[in-house]
């Protein structure tokens, strides 16, 4: 069982930067995949960012791309969204994800622990 909790969410201008984490409990943080979604109102769950368990492969919705930067520390069982240049469309509720494979993915159904999200709001 692994719990998630987010922070770092708030309100930003557009151009901003926010800096969003995930911490973990558990003794086997780095033998998951962890991810980061998103949810605006009426909209589905998109995928934002994955990384997998030792940090070498990262990937990245095309929205966020060039702007947004995945990362973690194992030693900290956390894992961080890196968001610059933000824009009023990235406005929505940001989630962290756990996926207990070594292989990443994009899809949000493969993973299995959730946090409670972290809202974040991007004004024009």
Wanted: glycine share 12%; charged share 15%.
């Amino acid at each position: 069982q692994v719990q998630l909790v987010e922070s770092g969410g708030g309100l930003v201008q557009a151009g901003g930067s926010l800096r969003l984490s995930c911490a973990a409990s558990g003794h086997t943080f780095s033998s998951y995949v962890m991810g980061w979604f998103r949810q605006a109102p009426g909209k589905e769950r998109e995928f934002v960012s994955a990384i997998s368990t030792w940090g070498d492969i990262r990937h990245y919705g095309d929205s966020v791309k060039g702007r947004f930067t995945i990362s973690r520390d194992n030693a900290k069982n956390t894992v961080y969204l890196q968001m610059n240049s933000l824009k009023p469309e990235d406005t929505a509720v940001y989630s962290c994800a756990a996926r207990a494979s070594v292989i990443i993915s994009t899809g949000s159904s493969e993973y299995d622990y959730w946090g409670q999200g972290t809202q974040v709001t991007v004004s024009s």
